[in-house]
């Protein structure tokens, strides 16, 4: 008896033992992968290490655009509700205050966030990560999110330039919104790190020694700007109050590095807070001064006094007999004032700005060579400055044009340019001939404090240096003031103790009712250099739809007057008075 | 079936055991006795030899232990004893070496944990510092603090060009710096009782300026000297701190230039 119950003993192990080991062969082989991932789902998280954005600094290294670490709080206002039952009410007001208190929000917002019925609420997007981790402490409903704020110390300086980037849910990170920290996203974004570690189930604990594979975070490069700060300051406020004395629509302004092409600063009538990029008004986003072409007006007819002198068509001296209008083709263009057969000198033509005397060398220049030297001028072509939403503006194209348009473009109707174009043409005549495109980068730097210097863009000969000499001469006498109807168009903008070469700008707008020249809204232009024999700085003005009798000319003024002293510009003789008309 | 697996195995532990403990020759003596012991009662007949086995068993049986139990005993116990000794030491070695290393472990991880919290308080703390300086010497942050403190930009500043034999000429027109922003008081520190007597003669001074100003004709010479008056006025009383005296020379220091304008 016993010897049986051993025996069914026996068996019973045996079958237990080949069960277990049939399970133990299961389990390791036939079903093993599937365990074992999802094991390490259970316990595996991929941790990503984000990178920090690179800053935008200007020419200077003074940071107008950096990184730095904050935290979102957040909280449940439901579930405080039902935790705290009768003392919630109390409870969130203390809530609301503290957070105020700690982070400079407005306490009634807060206190409406908390007092709706939700399940989540974010009371701060940008909180110190102490002030965050003492408001945590204090109150344990609300959690902590980590991010990363962007500063905009400067606040709206160059901000239609720099753009903004804000926090996206989605990616986890800044993206830029617009503007360079838009287009350059790629540059100043980084390579986000990750670390792949065993973490305790329902927590982000990390296991100690459990981390398989981990990437270090490679954080942006920054980008470094040709803008001056202090001088961006300068053209931002003097550009906007003059916007809003004129009553202007709009305007913009570009000040170049004459010898460079480097953009030193670049400023918008209508201008945002990145700080506050939510609730600024879209159509200031943009950066007009890139992305909006106008009509050039007056400023347009060096391009026909460059071809005329590099072809030696005509000297500055020489006289020609203007008439109050000429028949271009079909139309008739008319000088900006009546008057009849009148003697002006090739200077006085372009000092005066007369339109007839204008077309009259331009038809000696020919369309062919006029059409050649916009083009070498970098009409109708990209500036690749550097920024986001270019306009290459527009130039008919020399097969298209008819009898009368070789009646406009060379007074500047017609044909549209930026700003920066326009900057770009006088800056050719201020460098001796050679336009360099501008360029607004100067250089990134890695994360190991590299710099790589952004390639310098292949200089263009417009016209010989004797030319633009000779131009530059001629542009003194635009704002020259002198008895005997000898004086310019632009003598308000003379500066004391220097040369000043420049030109004026008026264009009839074209009304969007009857597709026609309007007759009361201009563009009104100024691009000029300081000083005129060696110039150290092009500044380009455009204004848009001001009121009746606007020059741009005061503005250039300002401007040009803060340059000569912020850079110490050395004082020079006073420019010869040159003859504009003769009897 | 179970008995006669059990009686095989039992000598088997006792051999065994004498085995180990000696050399070869106690190897036979089991076997002797084996060969004495079960054969005995077959050899019955033959007293005279089986009494020559006993004593020789005997004598075996008392010369094998005495020369190997007694040698064994004191060689092992010696042995083990500072084996267990070793063993014990190591043991006690490992344990305070543990107690202190976790100990250790356990003191220097809070230290690392305080030096961990002080760098990221640090760290917080400089990338705080470092965007206020960035706030404060942004260029809008220092033209609001320099027009705050009254200064105005300059607009067209005259210039002296020296002319390589000392010759000065004055480029442009000297013009004093419009400003919109009302000029606060230069120093705003409560004024000693000692102040006013020296800024009231030259605030006195200044007092003096206007009346020739209302004429004409010296009006145009007058500014300077009154402006200058004022201005004197008013380092006097940054100096002294007089803050009554202040607001009355500042007063003027607005009066005067509206003069000759005026005029």
Known sequence: ?????????????????????????????????????????????????????????????????????????????????????????AYKADMAQAVAEATGGDPNALRGLLDADRGYVVLTTSADPDVARALRERFPEIAEEKREARQYPAGNLAANVIGAASWSADNQKLVGRVGLE???????????????????????????????????????????????????????????????????????????????????????????????????????LGNAAVSSPFE?????????????????????????????????????????????????????????????GTIMTAEQLGADRFSDMLARFGIGQRTNVGLPGESAGSVPARESWSGSTFGNLPIGQGLSMTVLQMAGMY??????????????VAATIGPDGSRTEEPRPDPVQVVSPQTAQQLRTMLTAVTQKAPGGNSGTGYAAQVPGYQVAGKTGTAQQVDPSCGCYASSTYWITFAGMLPAQNPNFVVAIMLDAPGGGTSAAPLFHDIASYLAQQERVPVGEPAPVQTLVVP | MSAPVKTPTRPRPRVSVDWKGTEAPARRIPAQRGAVTIPAPRKGSQKGAQKAYARRDERVRRAAP??????KATQVGTGRAQFVLLIMGLFATGLVLTLWLSTAAAADSYALQQARTDARTLTEQSERLHREVAAMESTPALAQRAADLGMVPVQDPARLVVAPDGGVTVVGEPRAAVGHAPVPAANPMPAPDAGPSQTAVDAGAAQAGPPPAAQPDPAQAQPDPAAQAAQDAQTAQNAQNAEAASQQAQEQAVQNPQQPGGA
């Open chain 1, 296 to 356: 050039p007006g007056s400023v347009n007819k060096i391009v026909t006094m460059a071809g005329a002198l590099e072809y030696g068509i005509a000297k500055p001296d020489d006289v020609l007999d203007v008439p109050g209008s000429i028949k271009v083709a079909d139309r008739t263009v008319h000088d900006a004032w009546n008057h009849g057969l009148d003697h002006y000198t090739l200077t006085g033509v372009l000092a005066k700005s007369s339109n007839v």
């Open chain 1, 1 to 89: 008896m016993p010897l049986r119950r051993f025996r069914i003993g026996r068996l019973v192990l045996i079958l237990l033992l080949l069960a277990s080991a049939m399970q133990l062969v299961l389990i390791q082989t036939v079903r093993a992968g599937d365990l074992t991932a999802s094991a390490e789902k259970q316990r595996t998280t991929r941790i990503t290490i984000a990178a920090e954005r690179g800053a935008i600094t200007d020419r200077n290294g003074n940071r107008l655009a950096f990184s730095t670490e904050a935290r979102a709080l957040v909280t449940n206002p439901r579930l405080i509700s039902s935790i705290k039952k009768d003392q919630a009410p």
């Open chain 2, 66 to 71: 005495k020369r190997a139990v007694p040698k």
């Open chain 1, 182 to 284: 838009s287009s350059d996203d790629g540059v100043l974004a980084g390579t986000d790190g990750f670390q792949i570690v065993d973490t305790a189930e329902g927590s982000d604990t990390v296991i100690p020694g459990s981390t398989r594979a981990q990437e270090a975070a490679v954080p942006g490069s920054d980008v470094e700007l040709t803008l001056d700060s202090d001088l961006q300051y300068v053209v931002q406020q003097k550009l906007q109050d003059y916007v809003a004395k004129t009553g202007a629509r709009g305007g913009s302004a570009v000040v170049l590095d004459a010898k460079t092409g480097e953009v030193r600063a670049m400023a918008n009538g209508t201008t945002f807070d990145p700080r506050s990029l939510g609730t600024a008004d879209p159509a200031t």
């Open chain 1, 427 to 440: 800056q050719a005549v201020a460098n001796d001939g050679v336009r360099i495109p501008p360029r607004i």
